[in-house]
T-cell receptor, first 114, second 112 residues
Framework: DAEITQSPRHKITETGRQVTLACHQT?????MFWYRQDLGHGLRLIHY???????NKGEVSDGYSVSRSNTEDLPLTLESAASSQTSVYFC?????????????FGPGTRLTVL | KQEVTQIPAALSVPEGENLVLNCSFT??????LQWFRQDPGKGLTSLLL?????REQTSGRLNASLDKSSGRSTLYIAASQPGDSATYLC???????????FGQGTELSVKP
């Protein structure tokens, strides 16, 4: 069955380190998204991509970057981790027209920055 | 600013009750609205998606309605069960290119 996976599921890192969170989907979806979920803020969009070589900034993109070299993967990089980036990160993907369809979510990565 | 609000933040009901969760949005120019379920420590599962041209969608015991003119959607759960206990999130897609705007969710607890 097609799915969307994230790794690692849990990560503890130190302030200032570079961290990369992986997202891999086997749906062959064009669209991929990264969100963070925090108490009091709900889910907020970090970056998104509509296809290979396409990336766009979301609502809370500062300190994060993404690259899309193939259809299946959209890794999220924290250039220099900060304590404010402690959160749960979700990757999602969707097909067809730009956002007119259901988004499928991965299981999440819980990141702690000490 | 485009915002999505969900009321109440938490709800506790006895098993078997019918219940309604509410979602409101500030901008009526939406493409679609989705309801998701999130279990503790898990990702989101899509329950229902309503296109802007539709008034409601049904799946089993779930029925979601959409009233764009008033900026509201409701999720109706019939004959609630303990297994329905989860956080329910409403998300709206506006005409800005595929970016879902989420409400903060309603945490539902169904007591046996």
């Amino acid at each position: 069955d097609a799915e969307i996976t994230q790794s690692p599921r849990h990560k503890i890192t130190e302030t200032g380190r570079q961290v990369t969170l992986a997202c891999h989907q086997t749906w062959n979806h064009n669209n991929m998204f990264w969100y963070r979920q925090d108490l009091g803020h709900g889910l907020r969009l970090i970056h998104y991509s509509y296809g290979v070589q396409d990336t766009n900034k979301g609502e809370v993109s500062d300190g994060y970057s993404v690259s899309r070299s193939n259809t299946e993967d959209l890794p999220l990089t924290l250039e220099s981790a900060a304590s404010s980036q402690t959160s749960v990160y979700f990757c999602a993907s969707s097909e067809y027209g730009r956002g007119l369809d259901t988004q499928y979510f991965g299981p999440g990565t819980r990141l702690t920055v000490l | 600013k485009q915002e999505v609000t969900q009321i109440p933040a938490a709800l506790s009901v006895p098993e078997g009750e019918n219940l309604v969760l509410n979602c409101s949005f500030t901008d009526s120019a939406i493409y679609n609205l989705q309801w998701f379920r999130q279990d503790p420590g898990k990702g989101l599962t899509s329950l229902l998606l309503i296109q802007s041209s539709q008034r409601e969608q049904t799946s089993g015991r779930l029925n979601a309605s959409l009233d764009k003119s008033s900026g509201r959607s409701t999720l109706y759960i019939a004959a609630s069960q303990p297994g329905d206990s989860a956080t329910y999130l409403c998300a709206v897609l506006y005409n800005q290119g595929g970016k879902l705007i989420f409400g903060q969710g309603t945490e539902l607890s169904v007591k046996p």
